[in-house]
């Protein structure tokens, strides 16, 4: 059997080699606004987003709370914990930036394209992912900036909770409530051009990238991180995600769910969004001296999330469309 590399996860490496060789177009003192446009591409991001929520959907997943508190549980409590656990042995300031850096992946929100396109191929429960994927992102607005919080007070970092909330509400609740408003007008359209603004959405998330390399390759950011080091952390999000992912499906059997729902849990509750990732970083470690070095477990996960997922979701798939055939 022969595995696709994600085009997405290409497209994250050329990026990145594109900062390091030309780091020129994204440093503050660039002629070209990429702080802007990403800004300006943000809002749209969820705008659109708005725009394609299915409120008939959403409602049809809200009465299986059991799946529902897994998910949610897995995602911002199970996630931080396992993290939390290595802190007691953090010794050096490299390990502690390293350590946060995990701890900022763990408390983010899952994805919603992603986790409902592989529930869905993995013939799940869509309309639970759906919900799930939704309302992750709305609780990681409140709970993502408390957990990073802790540890950035403690350090001595000026951070502003209201004006994190403030910048958050703005950039993604306040496109979103517009899109739902505007949905009369515009859904059919978000809809039919799914596809086209799933592009958009990956082209902004490859422009902050751009933006966050090209100043830390500029700044010689990475000059102190070697490949024994990534090799490292690349293991430790691998053994994380597995972690999760069997810690969930162990608790989702013992709760007696159905396939359906054993597959939205470990589906849903083991993704770590993108797109919130680059947002929340803008805002939360806008005014520290945190590096790149932030997005890099990030990147790590969202590679090897996309990779064993959907390998595990086409093999479901086909066991699930085989035993219809039955």
Sequence with gaps: MAFKIDRFVLAIIATIVFAYFFPQFGIPSSPIPIAAISAVGFFLIFFFYGLKLSPTQIKSGLFNWKLHILVQLSTFVLFPLIILLVHPFIRTEEQQEFWMALLFMAALPSTVSSSVVMVSLARGNVPAAIFNASISGIIGILVTPLWVGLFLEKSGTDFDYSTIYINLIVGIILPVILGLALQRYGHSFAVKYSKQLSTFDKSVILLIIYKSFSESFYNHVFSSINWIDLGILFLIVIAVFYLVFYLIGFIASKLKFNREDIITAQ???????????????????????????????????????????????????????????I
């Design 267 to 325: 589906f849903c509750g083991t993704k770590k969004s993108l797109v919130h990732g680059t947002i929340f970083y803008k805002i939360l470690f806008k005014n520290t001296a945190a590096s790149s070095v932030i997005l890099l477990p990030l990147m790590l996960f969202h590679a090897t999330q996309i990779f064993i997922i959907s390998i595990i979701a086409s093999r479901l798939g086909k066991e699930a469309d085989a035993a219809i055939k």
